[in-house]
């Protein structure tokens, strides 16, 4: 048997209807593995690796604390390190949802409806316009924001179960997570021409929700204090070149070019 989907509203509900899908193996089974004979450098997935290689320290903790995981617990939340860091992994957590409650209540509207949209929209969109530092920030802040669900699920899962069955409360708890994930990514030491970039790729209706807005009011002071000299000088040099994003691109290739031997 296959599995069925259902729309609700921007969501595409896959529902489990195979005994392997409602009872899937262990968490090590769809990649990350226990550290053995290799050591515990040995990761099936190549994301939460690369994290840990560029000294991600959260990243590292939650590997290990995976690997330290007893057997799991089938009708409670479980980890999904093996699609950590890309967009897949909020269909793992809606797949899990469903496997526990079949559609009802149904998966909180976050996972896909800003989670993966966003995580995609970042990678494939915005990504090739940043610079190497963006490009890093980017990559970082995509597994950032994974792992402040994937530590919520882990501290408590009976508690993130419960969590999950208010959407609305569920909404809240994952944008105040946002702040520190965009931070301790590296945003603060990101160009001002990379911020321009980022901010515009937001959904209006989303940056003016209660939950976005709250969320600018703790980045926005943090990063403005450390950036507002270049942000002055760089706003002046777009405004001289009719107010568009091109002189932030144009300059870039310029310094790209410099560099080349």
């Known amino acids: 048997m296959g599995s069925q989907y259902e729309t609700r ?90 496997r526990r409650h079949l559609g009802s209540p149904p998966p909180p509207d976050y996972y896909l409806g800003y989670g993966q949209k966003y995580c995609r929209r970042f990678s494939e969109d915005l990504y090739p316009k940043l610079s190497a530092e963006g490009k890093k920030w980017c990559i970082a802040t995509r597994t950032n924001l994974q792992l402040e669900i994937e530590r919520e699920l882990m501290a408590n899962p009976a508690k993130f179960a419960a969590l999950e069955e208010d959407s609305g409360r569920f909404k809240a708890f994952a944008f105040g997570t946002h702040p520190k994930a965009y931070l301790d990514g590296g945003l603060r030491e990101l160009p001002v021409a990379d911020l321009l970039f980022i901010s515009a790729t937001p959904d209006l209706d989303d940056l003016l929700s209660p939950d976005g807005l709250a969320q600018i009011g703790v980045v926005f002071p943090d990063v403005a204090g450390a950036k507002a000299e270049e942000f002055v000088m760089d706003a002046k040099m777009g405004m001289e070149r009719e107010g568009t994003m091109e002189w932030a691109v144009g300059d870039r290739e310029g310094q790209e070019q410099e560099q080349q031997p």
């Open 9 to 98: 509203g921007s969501q595409s509900i896959r529902y489990p209807t195979s005994e392997q899908e409602l009872n899937p193996p262990g968490i090590f089974g769809g990649g990350l593995q226990k550290a053995g004979q290799e050591g515990p450098e040995s990761y099936a997935n190549p994301e939460l690796q690369r994290q840990i290689e560029m000294g991600n320290g959260a990243a590292a903790e939650y590997a290990q604390s995976v690997m330290m995981e007893e057997a799991p617990v089938m009708d409670l939340p479980q980890p999904a390190p093996d699609k950590l860091g890309t967009p897949e992994y909020y269909d793992a957590r809606v797949d899990d949802n469903i």
